[in-house]
């Protein structure tokens, strides 16, 4: 068997291409041929007298077309823009450059919409403003027992609210729910920047704290009153106060954990305020989906406040 160096095999096809012949030393007029197929013709004949480099059978010739080559997928793609470079086919020796299939392209239809007008929007000029009012009104005021900024706490009733599927009137209403209550602002102040539909869900999240001579009420008598209120509220009503108990709990239940004192920083007794919590669950009785959700989820967590010391 003769050994075929394919460096010297190459050199010479191409040494003898630049001469004009086939390797002939004699100076012979030859036909001339095309370059393009003069080197398709070699390079088949010698394909064909090369063995596999393990050395187990022969590669059969395959001929060159004008086509592009066909190469098998052996199914490991990686994706580079358009096309993809698999590993080397089982039947050849050069990497292949496939296309990726059409299925696979991106369409004109998952191009980004040019106007987005008429997108859902995540966060609104009309967010922007109560949140900045709440944030202003409340500014300087602290959480009870940990001394967190006020803020945190509508801000954390209107992230419930949004994660219990209500709309942007209800969060809305949630980060201004505090606001005439425990501030200088006034329900006409609500109502001119931000209608009357808020404006008549932060009433009736509003406790009267001052009696006609400017005096502070009794807990007891505020809270009553508050209840009474919210057997006749509105679905987003409940829907605000529930989730400003629950937040509320939420922190009584976080500070006892954490050691905190508690029940010495309100204006009641213990057994009191989770009496009054537990009234607020039994008032709102709604059949929506979203407030049952909201109060089941008061309950649970008054269950285990109510075990803690």
């Known amino acids: 068997m003769v050994n075929v160096n394919p460096d010297n095999c190459l050199a010479t096809l191409v040494g003898n291409l630049v001469m004009g012949g086939t390797g002939s030393r004699t100076g012979e007029a030859k036909p001339q041929e095309d370059p393009a197929q003069l080197l398709v013709s070699k390079m088949s004949d010698f394909q064909g007298n090369r063995k596999h480099d393990h050395g187990v059978g022969e590669r059969q010739p395959e001929p060159l077309a004008a086509s592009p080559p066909r190469f098998e997928n052996r199914g490991y793609p990686h994706s580079v823009g358009r096309l993809s470079v698999v590993d080397p086919p089982v039947e050849t020796d050069v990497c292949a450059i496939v296309p990726i299939p059409e299925s696979a392209l991106p369409t004109e239809n998952t191009a980004a919409p040019k106007d987005f007008r008429n997108m859902p929007q995540l966060w609104t000029f009309r967010l922007e403003q109560a949140l900045r009012y709440a944030a202003e009104q409340h500014a300087g005021q602290v959480r009870k027992a940990s001394q967190t900024p006020y803020i945190e706490h509508p801000l954390a009733v209107a992230m ?3 994660r219990a599927g209500f709309g942007e009137d209800v969060l809305i209403a949630a980060l201004l729910h505090d606001v005439v209550e425990d501030t200088e602002a006034t329900l006409e102040d609500v109502r001119s920047r931000f209608g009357d539909d ?16 400017g005096a502070k009420r009794p ?6 009153d508050h209840l009474t209120t919210l057997k006749n509220a509105t679905l987003t009503t409940q829907a605000v106060i529930l989730a400003d108990k629950l937040h509320n709990l939420t922190c009584i239940a976080l500070d006892l954990h954490e050691g905190r004192p508690v029940w010495s920083v309100f204006n009641a007794p213990r057994a009191d305020i989770l009496n009054y919590y537990r009234a607020t669950i039994d008032t709102c009785t709604a059949s929506d989906p979203r407030l049952r959700a909201l109060a089941e989820a008061l309950g649970e967590l008054l269950v285990r406040v109510e075990s803690m010391e």
Not at 219 to 224: A, P, S, T, V
């Open 219 to 224: 807990w007891i008598d505020r809270k009553r």
């Open 160 to 162: 419930i609210l949004d």
């Open 198 to 213: 808020i404006a008549a869900i932060v009433a009736g999240c509003s406790e009267t704290k001052t009696d006609a001579t």
